[in-house]
């Protein structure tokens, strides 16, 4: 894969962040094969483990994953995903977002589940997930709906986390 340019990723409370994506259909072949490196790019500049398309202002339903658990990289793209089982056992685990920078909560998600999606090429695909990458695809899964982590928090810890998103921002506006 050549070098790829990166993309500015959109921050809260950009509103395009709240938008509800729109399935990949065959006319987006193209657009979604262009799309798809360019995001990788930009989720391991930033550094990420995940990127959803509505971060870059695009409102398609693709995002990409890499755990980058080994020293290797193991891209996943994933073109209209749908979650058709999780598990009904809880797990709790500290979440951050490319598009709330510096900011982590504890998110309670289905520990576990099957997700179905479409690769680049457009073959069906299935997997099962646990641990941090069950947590990753729905909190992929999440944007392109217009969910964010902080959606799952109570009203009281949201909003302290928006009020120190945007105190941080204003501060790193004015270095
Ligand atoms: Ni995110």
Redesign the pocket.
Known sequence: MTASATLPILLVPDTRLRAKARAVGAADGDAVRDLAPRMLATMYAAP?I???AP?IGVTLRIFVVDLQKNEAPDPMVLVNPEITAESEAIAVRE??????PGQYAEVARPARVRMRYHDLGGAKREIEAEGLLAACLQ??L??LNGV??VDHLSALKRNMLLRKLAKDLRLKAQD
């Open positions: 990420g995940g990127l959803a971060q979440e951050g977002c490319l598009s709330l909190h992929e999440d944007h964010l982590f």
